[in-house]
């Protein structure tokens, strides 16, 4: 299984502290069958943050070495978790944004109490400039929470819907949990990620995750959510259904 959405980058955002941790966090996820992680620091896109592009390249490359002195076998990728602000559709234009391994997939998010208009605007204009887009946990946003069928406007633009772990696993309480259930129910979901942040809570195990998905999802689209649209996003490529 891949996972394409992980604070696991140490000691830069609110997720893993130390490289101790991100060390645990991918042995934790290694023995669940996770054998990709994307490192998705939280990346605040306005010009003045691209100054810590270097810093998270570098902690990219000790975190890297690290594990391979600890001969844990997990891929990692680069990436961010980009916070959608006025200035992003200018980074946006000057090709600035980071993006998910190798491809031209950018995983992007909101604040919670983000009008649907905002959201929508702001990923028009950032796909507009080439971007292909990952919408990180939808089900979070309050504007979704109030009405998943908007969500269907998106997933027809091509926008990859990217659902929480924890929101299906009721971490995040009932509405994320009942509107996760919607977006699935629809069919709109293309994938799951853990969204991890540390080795104690909020974990990058995806066991219970698959259990939970084997049992509410056929076996075809358990495949998708958790290995063939990760994969495809992780290589730049089309995602399922798309081809």
């Not at 023995?31 to 998270?56: K, M, Q, Y």
């Not at 600035?96 to 995983?107: D, M, R």
């Not at 990217?162 to 996760?180: I, M």
């Not at 076996?219 to 089309?238: C, F, M, S, T, V």
Request: with cysteine; hydrophobic share 40%; glycine share 8%.
């Amino acid at each position: 299984m891949l996972d394409i959405h992980c604070h696991i980058l140490p000691d830069f955002d609110d997720g893993s502290s130390s490289m101790e941790e991100s060390v645990e966090m991918a042995r934790m996820a290694l023995l669940s069958g996770v054998t990709d992680i994307a490192c998705t620091p939280h990346f605040e896109g306005r010009p003045g943050f691209l100054e810590h592009t270097d810093t998270i390249a570098r902690r990219f490359d000790a975190f890297s070495q690290a594990l391979a002195q600890a001969q844990i076998p997990v891929r990692l990728h680069r990436g961010a978790e980009v916070l959608c602000l006025p200035e992003t559709p200018l980074l946006a234009s000057e090709h600035k944004l980071p993006t998910l391994g190798s491809g031209s997939y950018a995983l992007v998010e909101f604040f919670f109490d983000e009008s649907y208009a905002y959201m929508d605007q702001m990923l028009s204009e950032i796909a507009s400039s080439g971007y292909r887009l990952v919408v990180a946990h939808p089900e979070r946003y309050g504007a979704i929470q109030r009405d998943p069928h908007l969500l269907k406007r998106w997933a027809r633009q091509g926008f990859a819907l990217q659902l929480n772990k924890g929101s299906v696993l009721g971490a995040f309480g009932p509405r994320a949990e009942q509107t996760a259930g919607a977006i699935l129910e629809m069919g709109l979901a293309h994938l799951f990620a853990t969204d991890a942040h540390s080795c104690h809570s909020r974990t990058p195990h995806i066991g219970a995750l698959r259990e939970w998905i084997e049992e509410c999802c056929d076996e075809d689209y358990a495949q998708i959510l958790l290995q063939r649209n990760p994969r495809r996003i992780l290589a730049g490529q089309r995602l399922v259904g798309e081809d």
